[in-house]
């Protein structure tokens, strides 16, 4: 049967016999009365049968081809479904269609079947997703290695305007179509215990470490694979399962251990996916799934690397270890620990193999996010990591200490121990002192990296931190998610931008042209549709697509201003309502965001925005000119009808706090128009498309950071501007809460008294001018579309290929391997 790259006939019967074969063997159903979700599950099976071929192959063709690798470590990988992407890739989206509408079906019911794995909680674990795909699609040599998380994120409903959490059961009682699982792969995996010291046959003083309890990791693969190619990689998900019950008399002190480590089931260990995005909770089980993650993935490495014949001496030469963000830090002393006590190198040799192997992204400059653990909580878990990790820090300290001889000062603050009333581990400077690359996401990004987080890293270890600018894949983001607008850009630029996304500047010059800018608004008008008519049928709510579409979606968190896009809604409602010359164009103000379970003012901030959306969508008063949408469970599948129907992106964090944002990148491709701050990747956005394209506005970083060292008081802009004032005050009232006064005063509490940590009232005013002038040019359409196509048309330096070139290049030293 055909694979990729249509170089073979696809065997249509065979096709349907395969599927036919899963549906009775595999999921016991009959052709006769099986419901759409068991003819999906089929048809997924007997594509992942194609797929799961390429992938072995792909694997014996890598190994021998003695390239060097990229391993991907991440705690998380947001990929979204995966049957309608991977049609794609494979090249049989048109060739399946008509296979399964010979089978009575239609192939679009069955992609609508497929549950979302999301195994991630927002920009970090989608980046990472982008990523693998950018890697098979050039077909650089790589591995994704992840968790197999039994619960994803979890599924987010709306009760009375406030977010409830359900369990995110992703696999489904059958299982996931697409994975299979890779037994001959299982590690063993120590926790707890002691280290001990003994001598070995050549007389040297060692050290071992000697657990007391051993899980047991599970691989199951999913297929990465290469658009238009023949490769296919893995990403490798591991779950952890106990190995026949704790033998507990294993133990000296049965009753001690059994008291502290009574409760732990290594079931538990990947059950579910912790929920905070931009946060460090410090959770002990979360340690233990990082170092699960870690000891699995570096034993894999290794296997391979043996298995292919090489030497360890060689490892830093055929495999670089890429860590997204500090998640999988632990992996570091888990190498070197493997080099001393077990492979018996000495310490230099070690560390030069090490300090040669890993690399690492910086994904957040918020010092809630930077994480670190208790010396006791892993001196308890990981006894000879931790010595490991003080080992590195006593040598550390000795570089230190030669640059700044007697400065007691910087060695506290770069030292990776934080001493205190309890120590702590900081785990980004374990990473800066051990990798060989250190790189910021963004362009300020980086350079805030090196100016206000690691100035003296930088000194100390001069080209070591560098810059690769996120991107996102234009075959999910564009071709796959905006079917319409994909036909529109081939027909102009050719078929093969989705690998070569560089060609679409070439529909630059038709911006002008008033054939092309009817077709392309044509198109922006249907997408709109899809999602008002996806409205309609989950929530109830009828909305006018000549309606200017105006979407924030991404997680919710202060920092990223769900609050000022808010009180900026407040401010149109006052003014629809008071002030009677006021005109605005009908607008939809558009939300998707989970809030992490434990973040109060974040759930605030959505249960408002629920309730200010129940009054203005039912308020006659507003002549249908205000409509607030909070789209529920916002995730991938429903990110994919969102950005192809955006005429305006919402990227207003406060100057410096988002590091890039990816949304941003996805929103312009597909041809809306960005509202936004100079921060993270809206900066670079600026630089591509011109200033006249982007409605930039707000506070810089620098006058950010004087602001708030001068003392900001954000009273004094709620004195000074009648209409912020009237907007926050609505909060007070019970306006949105009928009967219910200060229901929503927790925010304005938050912005006045709280001290407004975000600057929101800072930047209203600009904001509020700035979307002022994004209605008068929407009113006229024909400056709209030609901005509009701008946006398509400059994009290119966005796509995640030119990333992973990038790292490739700049990081990874990484070829391409092609099979042929
Ligand atoms: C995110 C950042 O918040 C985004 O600005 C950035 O675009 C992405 O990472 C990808 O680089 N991020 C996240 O989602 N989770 C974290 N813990 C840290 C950063």
């Not at 470590?73 to 509408?101: H, K, P, Q, W």
């Not at 809630?368 to 820090?393: D, G, K, Y």
């Not at 039912?618 to 005429?647: C, H, M, Q, T, W």
Request: hydrophobic share 40%; charged share 25%.
């Amino acid at each position: 049967m055909t694979t990729r790259g249509q170089t073979q006939q696809f065997d249509k019967a065979a096709f349907k016999a395969a599927v036919q074969k899963h549906l009775v063997t595999t999921y016991a159903q009959t052709v006769e009365t099986a419901d759409t979700r068991s003819w999906y599950l089929a048809v997924g099976r007997a594509l992942a049968e194609i797929s799961t071929g390429s992938l072995l192959e792909t694997e014996k063709f890598v190994a021998e081809s003695n390239a060097r690798s990229v391993n991907y470590l991440s705690l998380e990988f947001l990929i979204g479904r995966l049957t309608g992407n991977n049609l794609i890739s494979m090249g049989l989206y048109e060739d399946v269609s008509g296979a399964v509408e010979e089978l009575g079906l239609n192939l679009s019911d069955l992609l609508e079947e497929e549950r979302d794995p999301a195994l991630g909680n927002g920009g970090l674990g989608r980046l990472a997703a982008c990523f693998m795909d950018s890697l098979a699609a050039q077909e650089y040599p790589a591995v994704g290695y992840g968790l197999h998380y039994e619960y994803g994120l979890f599924r987010q409903s709306f009760e009375n305007g406030r977010q409830v959490e359900a369990p995110d059961a992703w696999r489904g009682i059958e299982g996931y179509p697409w994975e299979v699982l890779r037994p001959e792969l299982n590690q063993t995996v120590g926790l707890y215990g002691r280290v001990e010291s003994y001598i070995n046959e050549d007389g040297e003083n060692c050290r071992r470490w000697v657990p007391a309890l051993n899980v047991e990791g599970v691989a199951w693969d999913l297929p990465l694979i290469g658009y238009d190619n023949k490769s296919v990689y893995p990403l490798r998900l591991w779950e952890c399962r106990s190995p026949a019950p704790f033998n507990l008399a294993r133990f000296n002190d049965g009753d001690y251990v059994g008291a502290q480590y009574g409760q732990l089931e290594a079931g538990n260990v990947t059950k579910v996916l912790y929920p905070n995005d931009n946060h460090d909770q410090g959770k002990a089980l979360r340690l233990m799934q990082q170092y699960f993650h870690c000891a699995c993935s570096v034993a894999d490495i290794l296997r391979r690397h043996f298995a292919a014949g090489h030497k360890i001496e060689d490892f830093a030469k055929l495999e670089a270890i890429q860590l997204n963000d500090t998640h999988p830090t632990i992996a570091i002393p888990e190498l070197m620990r493997i080099l001393l006590d077990e492979q018996n190198l000495d310490w230099d040799a070690a560390w030069a193999i090490c300090s040669k192997t890993f690399a690492y992204t910086n994904h957040t400059l918020l010092p809630e996010a930077l994480e670190t653990w208790s010396e006791a909580l892993i001196s308890e878990m990981l006894p000879r990591h931790m010595e490991i990790i003080f080992e590195i820090n006593h040598r550390f300290m000795s570089l230190v200490e030669k640059k700044w001889p007697g400065n007691n000062e910087i060695k506290r603050k770069l030292s990776i121990i934080e001493e205190g009333p309890q120590r702590m581990v900081r785990m980004a400077n374990l990473c800066v002192v051990s990798t060989y690359a250190v790189n910021g996401v963004a362009a300020l990004h980086s350079e805030l990296v090196k100016r206000d987080l690691f100035p003296e890293f930088h000194e100390l270890f001069p080209g070591r931190l560098h810059n690769v600018t996120n991107g996102v894949t234009p075959r999910r983001w564009v071709k796959y998610c905006n079917p319409g607008l994909s036909a529109l850009i081939s027909e102009k630029v050719g078929d093969d931008w989705p690998k070569k996304l560089e060609k679409i500047a070439g529909l630059e010059k038709f911006a002008d042209d008033k054939a092309f800018q009817k077709r392309y608004m044509a198109v922006k008008k249907e997408n709109k549709q899809r999602l008002a008519n996806w409205v309609e049928e989950n929530m109830g709510i009828e909305l006018d697509t000549d309606a200017i579409f105006d979407i924030q979606i991404k997680r919710l968190h202060e920092y990223k201003r769900q609050h000022l896009n808010l009180v900026h809604i407040l401010s149109l409602y006052h003014r629809l309502i008071n002030e009677p010359t006021f005109d605005m164009h009908p607008r939809v103000f558009f939300f998707g965001a989970k809030a992490a379970p434990g973040y109060a003012l974040a759930k605030d901030i959505i249960f408002a925005i629920n309730k200010v959306a129940e009054k203005v969508n039912n308020d006659p008063r507003l002549g249908g000119k205000l409509k607030v949408v909070f789209i529920p469970d916002y995730r991938v599948s429903l990110a994919e009808i969102l950005f192809p129907a955006a005429d305006v992106s919402e990227q207003i964090s406060t100057a410096g706090k988002e590091a890039s944002g990816t949304g941003n990148m996805k929103f312009a491709l597909n041809g809306a128009l960005t509202i936004g701050t100079m921060d993270g990747a809206n900066v670079e956005m600026r630089e591509e498309v011109g200033d006249e394209n982007i409605f930039i506005f707000g506070l810089l970083v620098d006058e950010v950071q004087k602001l708030l060292e001068e003392g900001y008081d954000p009273y004094r802009y709620y004195h000074a501007d009648s209409l912020l004032r009237a907007s926050l005050d609505l909060l007070e009232t019970d306006e949105f809460t009928p009967g219910k006064p200060g229901q929503l005063a927790a925010i304005r509490h938050n912005l006045l008294e709280g001290g407004d940590p975000y600057l929101v009232l800072a930047d209203f005013a600009d904001y509020a001018k700035t979307h002022e002038k994004i209605d008068a040019e929407y009113r006229d359409q024909e400056n709209w579309a030609r901005k509009a196509i701008l946006n398509t048309a400059l994009m290119s330096k966005f796509s995640s290929d030119r990333s992973i070139r990038d790292y490739a290049n700049n990081i990874w030293n990484l070829k391409p391997v092609s099979k042929k």
